[in-house]
C-alpha cells in the first residue's frame, strides 16, 4: 500500500546559529562573575565606595543576563505562500483594521495611503473587509475615505495588471526610479494613475483646508452636522460593499465613529480597537484580524497570504495566537545614528524573543486569532465556544450578557467565531447599521468583560503590551496545568523568505 505524501510545509523555523557571538557572551559573562567574585572576597578591607560599585555592577550583570538570554536562540520564521493551496482549499477571510485619531495630527491622506495599500493586497477581495476607526470624528475623514474608494476602482487593477509591490500611491510615485515597464501601454497607464492620485490628493487636501463647502444638514454628511469630536452618536457608514463576494472588486470598506460622552471613559485606542472588533463582528466575523495603525503601510501586497502560512501552517492552532510583523521605515539616516530604525529590536531582539515563546504584540502590523481576542486560548481554553451557543449553552443567558454585553446578535457571531464557523449571515452590511451601533455605542460595555477578558486590555495607554502579555499568560497558564510541551504565542513574521529583500519589508512607517 502507497504511504499517503503529507502536505509541504506552509513555513519553517530556521534557527539562526552564531558561535562567534555566543563565544564573545560566555567570556563576558565568566569576566562580570570574576569581577563580582574579587568585589565578595574582598568586600571587609573596603569601605562604602566599595560597596556601591558591587551593587551597581551586580545590577549590570544582572541585566546584561537578561538581554543575553533573551537573544540566545534566535530564529526566523520562513513562508511560502505558494503552498496554500496545497494545504487548504479555501483561504480564510480577514477584517482590516485602521485607526485614526486627529485630522490635524493624522491627516487624511496618511489614512487613505495606508486604506489603499490594504485594499490592494493579493488576496480574494471576498475575503476582505477594511474597517476604518475616526475618533476624531471628522467629515473630512469619511470624505476622503470615499473619494479614495473611486480612485482605489482604479488603482487596484493596475497595481495586480503590472505586479506592483509599492501599493501606497504617495510611496509608488514619490520614487525617483523610472519605471521598469517601459512599454507605451504601462506608460500611458501609469501617467493616468498619477494624475488621478495627484487629483485625489488635491480633492483630501483642499477638504481638509476647509476649502471644500459641503451640505452637513442633508444627503450622505447629513450624520456629522451639529456634531462635537467629544460628544456625539456613533457613525457607521458602508463606504463601499463587495455585495457578491467577487475576488476582482475591492473588499468592504467601512467608516466607524464610535458614540463619544463627556461623562463617560472611553479607553483610548484600546476601546476604538474593541468597538472596531464587536462591529467587525457583527458585520463579517472574519475569524482572522489585522491591525494598522493610519500612518503605515503595507510593502508587501503578499503579507497575508505570508501571515497565512504561519496561522494556518500551525499544529492544532497551538503555535500561533498572533502574528507580529516588524515596522521597517523609509528615508532614514544613513547608518541610522540615532537608532531611529528599531534594528536592535527587530533583527536581534525581536528573532531572540521568537526563539523563547514568540514576540511581544507591538501595536501594529499584527495579525489575531479573533477566538483569542474573545478570551480564548489557541488551544480552545478560557471561553468554551460550545457553551456560548444562545440555545444549548451550558453559560445562563446572564453569564453571556455579562461577557460580551446586551446584543443577542453580537453573542451568536462570538459563538461562530469561537467554534471556527464562517459568518452565516445573509444580509446585507447596511442592513447591520443599527446593530452596530448598538455595540459602538459608549455605555454598551459596563458590566461586561471588555477590556477586562474579552478584547483588548483597558488600564494603560499601551494597550498592546497588556493585551500580548495576557495572551502569553493564557498560554503559560495552560502549560503549568496539562504539562504540555513549549507553544508558541506570537509569531514574528518577516514578511517573506528573505530578510534582505526590500520589498519583503512590511509595515512602513510614513514620515
Known sequence: MAKAISPPNLYDKVSLQNPLHRAFDVTIFVLLISLLVYRLLHFSSNGFAWLLALLCESCFTFTWVLTVSTKWNPVE????????????????????????????????????????????????????????????????????LVEASKFARLWVPFCKKHDIQDRAPFRYFCSEEVPLNNSLEFQQ?????????????????????????????????????????????????????????????????????????????????????????????????????????????????????????????????????????????????????????????????????????GPFYGGTGCFHRRKVIYGACPHDIGIQAKSLTPVHGDLTEKEQLKIFGNSKELIRSAAHALQGKANTSPRLLPNLNEAAKQVAGCGYEYGTSWGKEVGWQYGSATEDILTGLLIHARVLAFRSLHATSS?????????????????????????
Open 487 to 511: 507553544s508558541l504565542l506570537g509569531v514574528c513574521s518577516t514578511g517573506g523568505t528573505n530578510r534582505d529583500d526590500p520589498t519583503k519589508e512590511v509595515g512602513n512607517r510614513f514620515a
Open 189 to 357: 497607464e501609469y501617467n493616468k494613475m498619477k494624475d488621478e492620485y495627484e487629483e485625489l490628493a488635491t480633492k483630501i487636501n483642499d477638504a481638509n483646508k476647509k476649502s471644500i463647502d459641503w451640505n452637513l444638514s442633508s444627503g450622505d454628511f447629513a450624520a456629522f452636522s451639529n456634531i462635537e469630536r467629544k460628544n456625539h452618536p456613533a457613525i457607521i457608514k458602508v463606504v463601499w460593499e463587495n455585495k457578491g463576494g467577487i475576488s476582482d472588486e475591492l473588499p468592504h470598506l467601512i467608516y466607524i465613529s464610535r458614540e463619544k460622552r463627556p461623562k463617560h471613559p472611553h479607553h483610548y485606542k484600546a476601546g476604538a480597537m474593541n468597538v472596531l472588533t464587536r462591529v467587525s463582528g457583527l458585520m463579517t466575523n472574519a475569524p482572522f484580524i489585522l491591525n494598522l495603525d493610519c500612518d503605515m503601510f503595507v510593502n508587501n501586497p503578499n503579507i497575508v497570504r505570508h501571515a497565512m502560512c504561519l496561522l494556518l501552517g500551525s499544529r492544532n492552532e497551538r503555535e500561533s495566537g498572533f502574528v507580529q510583523c516588524p515596522q521597517y521605515f523609509y528615508d532614514g539616516l544613513k547608518h541610522d545614528p540615532f537608532g531611529n530604525q528599531f534594528e536592535v529590536l527587530h533583527k536581534y531582539l525581536g528573532n531572540g524573543i521568537g526563539g523563547i515563546q
Open 77 to 144: 520564521y520562513r513562508t511560502y505562500p505558494e503552498r496554500l493551496s496545497q494545504k487548504i482549499q479555501e483561504l480564510p477571510p480577514v477584517d482590516m483594521f485602521v485607526t485614526t485619531a486627529d485630522p490635524e495630527l493624522e491627516p487624511p491622506i496618511l489614512t487613505v495611503n495606508t486604506v489603499i495599500s490594504l485594499l490592494a493586497v493579493d488576496y480574494p477581495a471576498g475575503k476582505l473587509a477594511c474597517y476604518v476607526s475616526d475618533d476624531g470624528c471628522s467629515p473630512v475623514t469619511y470624505y476622503s
